[in-house]
């Protein structure tokens, strides 16, 4: 008995100091997520988005950018298709992420690795790609990064759905232009060589160029499309030069 109560002192001390170091851990992207979360909210309100709604789609979906671009095209009156198809797009990411973390994870049950993925994001997964690189993944240490980060997002969300209605046109902030400031962070941080510098400004011409000419709904989709050609031809055919 007294061994099982040890043990058990052992285990509840190293969550403690697991839960510790997820928290300093994730202590920046908490800083980072009300106020983009509030930015979402925001714009959420403008576009129609009953407050149940707005964060809900915080608490279920969980997908800044995608949430982003869902409002904007309700906002628009953008077809059910398109809004599907455009967040889907944008969110491919993840598959690539995750496949990044699984060799870490194989030894977790099914229904944790299915919580844990869906609360990963870009900035979870780069403390998570450090964090596993570097000591054997604790559950409680990626848990409490995953979970204090959505809770985050989830009250920045609920804030700004509350300020929205004292806010009545969010240019003067610059809130609506919190989804491409999102977007640029991300491509500043993946942006490392020729190629990829290649592909953002072959997808950001054929997208800018798109939206001139009305096609707005999918210049997302197909400038993907387009930079995702381009980055193949360019690296097969660097590839073959140097052969």
């Known amino acids: 008995m007294a061994r099982v109560d040890a043990a058990r002192s052992i285990e509840a001390t190293n969550d403690r100091a697991s839960w510790r170091r997820g928290l300093s851990q994730v202590a920046p992207i908490v800083l980072g997520y009300v106020p983009i979360g509030f930015a979402y909210g925001v714009l959420a309100e403008k576009a129609g988005l009953s407050p149940r709604s707005a964060v809900l789609m915080s608490a279920l979906v969980y997908a800044g950018a995608a949430q982003f671009i869902a409002t904007g095209l309700l906002a628009a009156g953008a077809l059910p298709f398109s809004i599907v198809v455009t967040t889907f797009v ?71 759905v509350l300020g929205g209605q004292f806010v009545p046109d969010p240019r003067p902030w610059g809130l609506d232009y919190a989804l491409p400031a999102l977007f640029l962070a991300l491509l500043v941080s993946q942006v490392r060589g020729r190629i990829d510098l290649g592909v953002a400004l072959a997808a950001g011409t054929v997208a800018v160029g798109l939206t001139w000419t009305g096609l707005d709904y999918w210049s997302v989709v197909l400038a993907t499309c387009v930079g995702a050609t381009v980055g193949v031809v360019w690296e097969t055919w660097t590839k073959r030069q140097s052969s």
């Not at 992420?97 to 690795?113: D, E, G, I, V």
């Not at 780069?126 to 000591?135: D, E, P």
Request: net charge positive; charged share 15%; with cysteine.
């Open 90 to 160: 944008v969110n491919l990411r993840h598959a690539l992420m995750s496949a990044s973390l699984a060799p870490h994870l194989r030894t977790w049950h099914p229904r944790a690795l299915a919580a844990f993925a869906y609360q990963l994001t870009d900035e979870t997964f780069a403390v998570h790609a450090t964090r596993f690189g570097q000591a054997r993944p604790s559950k409680v240490e990626a848990f409490c990064v995953n979970a204090c980060a959505q809770l985050a997002w989830i009250t920045g969300s609920w804030l700004g």
